[in-house]
């Protein structure tokens, strides 16, 4: 009943930008923090940069001062604007978030959402 939808991704040279984009829809109450991850082929997830519901942003130290993350909460919607791209950010990206969901009866629960992800290519 929840989702989300990811797009941006693609293959671009080194120096260029890509803007990354996520949309929640279905039963949404509210959405708490949003996040990007990326995990490339053999190595661990990491968290790339993540915003609070009050607009507080997080970055991984490999992105800072490349990446930018900002919400629309009337699109119930994340994005992540990606410039100075390097071979190194090649990865497939994931988006997150914590979205409030109520019941019939008024109760309200906290649950992890993630994307399908997509695909960013970074080549030399």
């Known amino acids: 009943q929840v989702q989300l939808v990811e797009s941006g991704g693609g293959l671009v040279q080194v120096g260029k930008s890509l803007r990354l984009s996520c949309a929640g829809s279905?039963?949404?109450?509210?959405?708490?923090?949003m996040g990007w991850y990326r995990q490339a082929p053999g190595k661990q997830r990491e968290l790339v940069a993540s915003?609070?519901?009050?607009?507080?942003?997080n970055y991984a130290d490999a992105v800072k001062g490349r990446f930018t993350i900002s919400r629309d909460n009337a699109k119930n919607a994340v994005y992540l604007q990606m410039n100075s791209l390097k071979p190194e950010d090649t990865a497939v990206y994931y988006c997150?978030?914590?979205?409030?969901?109520?019941?019939?009866?008024?109760?309200?629960?906290?649950?992890?959402?993630w994307g399908q992800g997509t695909q960013v290519t970074v080549s030399s």
């Open positions: 279905g039963s949404i109450f509210s959405i708490n923090a």
């Open positions: 915003i609070t519901s009050d607009e507080i942003t």
């Open positions: 997150n978030a914590k979205i409030v969901r109520r019941s019939a009866w008024g109760r309200r629960n906290e649950y992890d959402y």
